[in-house]
């Protein structure tokens, strides 16, 4: 939703002869949480970096000051979507997954094949979602124990794999959202484009086909409810 409307922004300010940030660039095609940060949320990711990881000396002193900065960045970055907990540890689970990154080394995550790193990479994005949704912790305590089939048998509130399976209307949310999701690994061209304000080259025709198809199927399902 949150990189739907600010399509829509992108979009009626052109129209008005504005051009805006491109915000989200196919975050979920990532291949490293490095790489996932310079694609999700692009204008909180710059906010931070001018004007908390560049002042607090970068990446300019040392592996340890990088790291430490790194640190600051996220956990502020937790704090500034919610003043609790969980958003505390959203922040520190990225920062753990860059430092881990970062100490690992750019040459050596290259060598991933990207078909295996990108699904990783969206496993643990998706497990830091889990903190960024719940209420709070024990909220998020009972949700992983749902993901890993460990929650008590007597609990009610949260679905079993199996009745998430047998649902086919969620199987046909994922045929049209993973191709949409993962465009980048089906299609040459896309998502590699730099963040910035100047008009987006124009896409090939098949690509606007298979869009438009998207649109006309969502369409047909909204009203069909």
């Not at 949150?2 to 051009?19: E, K, N, P, T, W």
């Not at 719940?134 to 909220?139: A, E, F, Q, S, T």
């Amino acid at each position: 939703d949150f990189a739907g409307y600010s399509d829509m922004a992108i979009g009626l300010g052109g129209m008005m002869g504005f051009r805006f940030l491109e915000n989200f660039n196919f975050p979920y095609a990532s291949a490293s949480i490095t790489e996932f940060w310079r694609r999700w949320h692009i204008s909180l990711g710059r906010f931070m970096m001018e004007y908390l990881y560049v002042p607090l000396g970068g990446n300019r002193r040392g592996t340890k000051k990088t790291l430490r900065n790194l640190w600051i960045v996220f956990i502020a970055s937790g704090i500034w979507h919610g003043a609790s907990w969980n958003f505390l540890f959203w922040g520190l689970w990225h920062g753990l997954l860059i430092s881990t990154e970062k100490r690992i080394g750019a040459a050596r995550l290259a060598r991933v094949p990207r078909l295996l790193a990108v699904p990783l990479t969206f496993v643990l994005v998706l497990l830091g979602w889990v903190l960024f949704r719940c209420d709070n912790l024990r909220h998020a305590g009972k949700f992983y124990g749902a993901l890993f089939g460990l929650l008590p048998a007597g609990d009610a509130r949260f679905f079993r794999f199996a009745e998430i399976a047998a649902d086919r209307s969620l199987w046909l949310v994922a045929l049209i959202a993973i191709p949409c999701s993962f465009a980048p690994l089906f299609f040459r061209g896309i998502g590699h484009r730099a963040a910035s304000t100047e008009a987006p080259p124009p896409q090939p025709a098949g690509v606007l086909v298979l869009r438009t198809a998207l649109a006309a199927v969502l369409l047909a399902l909204v009203a069909t409810e």
